[in-house]
Each structure stands twice: as structure tokens, then as C-alpha cells.
């Protein structure tokens, strides 16, 4: 059964993360949360991934998968803004499983923020409020757009 658990979850994570049309670029991340990514890191035996797609519009989908963490919330999280970190907010679907609310969108500043490697998934439980696992959101290989912003 641990052997097929990988499997199982890619198979998860790949249903719940909504595709764009082809006519638009898309960046889909599949990240692996760790507490030693969190600032202070934090010494945790859980983990989790996490499926995002950023578009280059603005729209956010995905899933984060926590199952030992069913008790935690999770958000994406800006880094550069200490006043509101919080960019989104998931809804927990299941027990360990949290989805980013459909039509969520960044603004033109979160993009930004995106672009220049500020934003991260991050699960905070009881035990860590500040956050047990994270994942910086990488746009290195975010398709700019070929239109003028």
C-alpha cells in the first residue's frame, strides 16, 4: 500500500487542479511542503504537497494534500508583506485535503509578488499558528504574457 500511496496521490492532485485553455500559458507546480521551508524551520514528521496553477491572468487553482494535518488551514501566503500575508485562503474539501476557492484571482501586485518568488503554501496547525509545512511558489518558469499588461 505504500508504494501505490505516490501514485494514488499524483492521480488525486491531477483531478482537483483545474487545466486553462490551451490558448493561455499556465504554470502547474506540484510542491513538496516541508517545515524546514518554514522561517523559523519547525522540527515536524508531517508532510504534504501541494498542486498549484498560477495563469498568467491572475487565476489561482489547486490543492493542497496534508493528511496527517487534518486539523490545520491553509493559505498562500505572501512573504514581502508582513501587514496582510495572507493572499488566499483554502476551503477544506476532506479530512487533510484544501482547495483554493473557484474564481480566485491575484491582483496586479500579487503577481508580482509571484513572479518575484514571494508567495508560498503554507499549512499552519494548533501546535505551529505560524505555520508547520510551506512551499515557496516558483514562477522562474512562469510564461510571461505577450500582450502589454
Keep these: ?7 494514488m496521490l499524483a492521480i488525486a492532485l491531477a483531478g482537483c487542479v483545474q487545466t486553462a485553455p490551451q490558448t493561455q500559458a499556465v504554470e ?7 517545515g524546514a521551508q518554514e522561517s523559523p ?4 514528521r508531517a508532510t504534504g504537497q501541494a498542486a498549484i496553477v498560477i495563469e498568467e491572468d491572475g ?7 496534508a493528511p496527517t494535518l487534518p486539523d490545520a488551514t491553509v493559505a498562500i501566503d505572501d512573504d514581502a508583506d508582513t501587514a496582510v500575508p495572507v493572499v488566499v485562503m483554502l476551503t477544506p474539501v476532506a479530512p487533510g485535503r484544501w482547495q483554493v476557492p473557484a474564481g480566485t484571482r491575484l491582483t496586479g501586485a500579487q503577481m508580482e509578488h509571484y513572479e518575484a518568488g514571494r508567495l508560498a ?18 514562477a522562474k518558469t512562469h510564461t510571461p504574457s505577450t500582450s502589454n499588461r
Design 59 to 65: 487565476k489561482v487553482s489547486g490543492v493542497v494534500f
Design 41 to 44: 524551520p519547525v522540527h515536524t
Design 121 to 138: 503554501a503554507n499549512v499552519r496547525t494548533p501546535r505551529h499558528p505560524k505555520g508547520e509545512l510551506r512551499a515557496q511558489l516558483n
Design 28 to 34: 502547474e507546480e506540484t510542491l513538496m511542503l516541508s
Design 1 to 7: 500500500m505504500k508504494k501505490m500511496l505516490p501514485a
